[in-house]
């Protein structure tokens, strides 16, 4: 029996094809939406798209449509096609990020529990550490602290310590200006003048602060460094207990063999002033640059406090005396840790801080 006409043949493969397209549009979604897992998902995409899926079979059918129908249902088919892929890369994201959410969500482990590695925790500077540890040997001796301003008016940090404005001696101390006329402080002996304007005597008194000064940096000069400055006020005060406080400092910081020296020096706020050096622990005495071939490295300023200072502060110099120093922490710390260069002490590198 010969077989319908080619043509009619044809139409019936388009309808079929037409037949199963629409079938397929209407249920590819529902089926997408129905898998849950990423598997599950591709199962059904390959269904649909692999060697062996529906519309893989659609398309096998092109061949026996007649050629002048073919380019026509075969867009058709292809429309159908980029729907199906363009809907599987959007319930593949669907499902990737519900899994994400899933994890995030899900506790994995308790919060609470304490960590297995313990958390590196910082420790004090070493300026600090030296500053803490001055500050606490005066303490014992009954110097009580006394807190200042870095940024100070001309009166405290020089004037009423005998430096006149514009008197060369301020160039001893070169320092940073405000425009409003402050500067900040090139030394703690600003808190000599504010106690003494504040309080009546007797008293003793450390102030550990930062200071600055146009000072150019090597080893042993920074241009903002931490000094403590300590005073004691009373009536009949000498320069023997001024040596005598110094002594005990030196030999219970450094150690009871620890050689301590005074040179007379000039200050305007004294009368004698020294200068009081330790001897070079590089060098043990013996010469080196650190110490500048001397031996000795200077730690501190002092002297017995001078009649016009307690005058400018409103205090009797008939009836009081007293004395004052003022040291250098960062050279405290050089000696007390053999640290060969000040500029580490700021330079703040980890590895070098870590040591303390
Ligand atoms: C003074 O600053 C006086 N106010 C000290 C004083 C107080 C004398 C009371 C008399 C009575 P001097 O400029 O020398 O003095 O500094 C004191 C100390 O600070 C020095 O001995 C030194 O240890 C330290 N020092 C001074 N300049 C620097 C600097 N640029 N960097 C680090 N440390 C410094």
Not at 149 to 173: C, R, S, V, W
Not at 194 to 222: C, N, W
């Amino acid at each position: 029996m010969a077989g319908p006409p080619q043509s009619s043949n044809s139409e019936n493969i388009e309808s079929n094809i037409d037949a199963g397209l629409a079938t397929l549009r209407a249920q590819f979604p529902a089926r997408f939406n129905a898998a849950e897992s990423e598997p599950s998902l591709r199962e059904e995409n390959a269904k649909l798209l692999g060697k062996k899926g529906e519309l893989t079979a659609i398309l096998k059918q092109l061949g026996a449509v007649a050629p002048e129908a073919r380019k026509a249902i075969g867009e058709r088919v292809n429309a159908l096609k980029t729907e199906v892929e363009a809907a599987f890369q959007k319930r593949l994201a669907t499902i990737e990020a519900a899994k994400r959410d899933a994890e995030l969500n899900a506790r994995p482990f308790d919060l609470t529990l304490p960590g297995r590695l313990a958390a590196p925790i910082g420790h004090a500077h070493p300026i600090s550490i030296v500053r803490d540890e001055i500050v606490d040997i005066f303490a014992r001796l009954g110097f009580q602290v006394h807190d200042g301003p870095e940024i100070e008016l001309e009166d405290y940090n020089f004037t009423k310590l005998g430096f006149p404005p514009d008197h060369p001696a301020t160039d001893m101390q070169d320092s940073f200006w405000t425009t409003s006329g402050h500067l900040l402080r090139t030394h703690t002996s600003n808190i000599q003048v504010r106690a003494m304007l504040s309080q009546k005597p007797p008293f003793a008194f450390i102030a550990p602060g930062a200071v600055y000064r146009r000072d150019d940096e090597d080893a042993t000069h920074l241009p903002m460094f931490h000094q403590i400055e300590g005073f004691m006020v009373n009536e009949r005060v000498t320069f023997a207990e001024l040596r005598g406080v110094l002594t005990e400092f030196a030999e219970r910081l450094y150690g009871r063999d620890t050689t301590i020296r005074f040179r007379p020096s000039y200050f305007p706020f004294v009368e004698p002033g020294a200068e009081v050096d330790v001897r070079c622990v590089f060098c043990k005495g013996g010469g080196c640059s650190i110490c500048k071939q001397t031996g000795w490295i200077e730690i501190l300023g002092a002297g017995m406090i001078h009649p016009a200072v307690f005058e400018h502060c409103g205090i009797d110099p008939e009836k009081y005396t007293g004395f004052a120093f003022g040291m250098g922490v960062e050279r405290i710390a050089m000696l007390r840790y053999d640290i060969p260069d000040l500029r580490m002490l700021v330079e703040n590198d980890p590895r070098f801080l870590v040591q303390f």
